[in-house]
Structures are given as structure tokens and as C-alpha cells.
Nanobody, 124 residues
Framework: QVQLVESGGGLVQAGGSLRLSCAAS????????MGWFRQAPGKEREFVSA????????LYADSVKGRFTISRDNAKSTVYLQMNSLKPEDTAVYYC?????????????????WGQGTQVTVSS
């Protein structure tokens, strides 16, 4: 059974940091790229970051570049999103996604599996 389970969300003040984790079942993680997306109330789901299977290619939305860092530990079947210098506009539900192919992409339709999401709230 394919599963992606996010954790690490919460409430933080502006300027603070959070680290999101996404634990994947081995089958999901075996050869695919991973991504993070987010959805704020009343808005469309948007791309945040992605990482290739090997980890040597990463992508970031302009809005998070320089503040967020994506990484993965294939031995633990886990992908991380380190979020620093958080802003109130980062408030959203953050979703982990996995695709079957190894190349990272910003396009949500190219991801095959999705987690349930974890809430991140940044207070001003």
C-alpha cells in the first residue's frame, strides 16, 4: 500500500523555522522524485519545492528560494523541507507528493501519490 505521511507542521512566529518531514512507504520511494506543495485557504495548490531521486537536482518556487531547503534520505525513505525565515504568507497546508519517475518537476499532475497534508501557520 502506498503511503506518504507528513509531520512537523505547527504554529510559529514570523521569522521562525520549521522542519517538515514526509515518510514514504518503500515502494513509493524506490525510484521517484519527491515534491512539496502548499494550499492556503481560498487559493489554488501551488508548488513549493522538489528533489530528484538522486538528490542532485532541486527546484524551488521563487517565493521560497533562499529560505527553504529540500533534502531526502533514501535510506530512511524520507524527504524533508527545512523552512527558515517564515512569513505569514507561508501559512498553508503543506503536502508531500511522490512520482514514479526520478526527475523533479514543478507540475502537480506529474505526481502520482499525495500525503494528507500538515498545517503550517505563521503568525505576524
Amino acid at each position: 500500500q502506498v503511503q506518504l505521511v507528513e509531520s512537523g507542521g505547527g504554529l510559529v512566529q514570523a521569522g521562525g523555522s520549521l522542519r517538515l518531514s514526509c515518510a514514504a512507504s518503500r515502494r513509493t520511494f524506490s525510484s521517484g522524485a519527491m515534491g512539496w506543495f502548499r494550499q492556503a485557504p481560498g487559493k489554488e495548490r501551488e508548488f513549493v519545492s522538489a528533489i530528484s531521486w538522486s538528490g542532485d537536482s532541486t527546484l524551488y518556487a521563487d517565493s521560497v528560494k533562499g529560505r527553504f531547503t529540500i533534502s531526502r534520505d533514501n535510506a530512511k525513505s524520507t524527504v524533508y523541507l527545512q523552512m527558515n525565515s517564515l512569513k505569514p504568507e507561508d501559512t498553508a497546508v503543506y503536502y508531500c507528493a511522490a512520482r514514479l519517475l526520478p526527475i523533479a518537476t514543478t507540475l502537480p499532475n506529474y505526481y502520482n501519490y499525495w500525503g494528507q497534508g500538515t498545517q503550517v501557520t505563521v503568525s505576524s
